[in-house]
């Protein structure tokens, strides 16, 4: 299942609201989760189950989609949100990630 | 507190052999799949393999038939063995904890390894 993400980066002040897209495929139902990778960091994880928040994670994230069309928003960008997002598609094997989004700030 | 931490990274020359290894804690280890994820120097995340907790594996194409999977649940690590190594098996690789819904919940801080004459 191939996971196609956009845009491929995003530059926004602090405070706007930034919308990232992940299209899949093929139906993947909820399997469908996102991550945080900071420069020199591993990826954290911030949703799973395509809206499920992960404990720890601010509320300002947030994940929605079913099926092959999905949503990652922050709802108020923060100077520490800077940071590359992938998607991660956990329906069949092989699993796959998207290509990235690269969010900056103004 | 969860806990992943690999070890074993280093220089190899094409068709070498190496062993990565992970060390897991803070969890009952044999109740969860564990995952290796690699990444290419500037590029982004791959899926390498997935160990149950019963031991059978899934493998990605690209690694299938050179690189294996296992682990000791006594002793709550997991290790690749990774052998006919290529160039383009350079990558820093990630030990992750399967979560819900597939996710990888809990992430090592990697292990780099390059394959190189």
């Known amino acids: 299942i191939q996971m196609t993400q956009s845009p491929s980066s995003v530059s926004a002040s602090v405070g706007a609201r930034v919308t990232i897209t992940c299209r899949a495929s093929?139906?993947?139902?909820?399997?469908l989760a996102w991550y945080q990778q900071k420069p020199g960091n591993a990826p954290q994880l911030l949703i799973y189950?395509?809206?499920s928040l992960q404990s720890g994670v601010p509320s300002r994230f947030s994940g929605s989609g079913s099926g092959t069309d999905f949503t990652l928003t922050i709802s108020s960008l923060q100077p520490e949100d800077a940071a590359i997002y992938y998607c991660q598609q956990g329906s069949t094997f092989p699993r796959t990630f998207g290509q990235g989004t690269k969010v900056e700030i103004k | 507190e969860v806990q992943v931490l690999e070890s074993g990274g280093g220089l190899v020359q094409p068709g070498g052999s190496l062993r990565l290894s992970c060390a897991a804690s803070g969890f009952t280890f044999s109740s969860y799949d564990m995952t290796w994820v690699r990444q290419a120097p500037g590029k982004g995340l791959e899926w390498v393999s997935v160990i149950y907790g019963d031991g059978s594996n899934t493998y990605a194409e690209s690694v299938k038939g050179r690189f294996t999977i296992s682990r000791d649940n006594y002793k709550s690590t997991v290790d690749l063995q990774m052998d006919s190594l290529r160039v383009e098996d350079t990558a820093v690789y990630y030990c992750?904890?399967?979560?819900?819904?597939?996710?990888?919940?809990?992430w090592g801080q990697g292990t780099l390894v390059t394959v190189s004459s």
């Open positions: 992750a904890k399967v979560g819900e819904s597939s996710s990888f919940d809990h």
């Open positions: 093929q139906d993947i139902l909820v399997w």
């Open positions: 189950a395509a809206s």
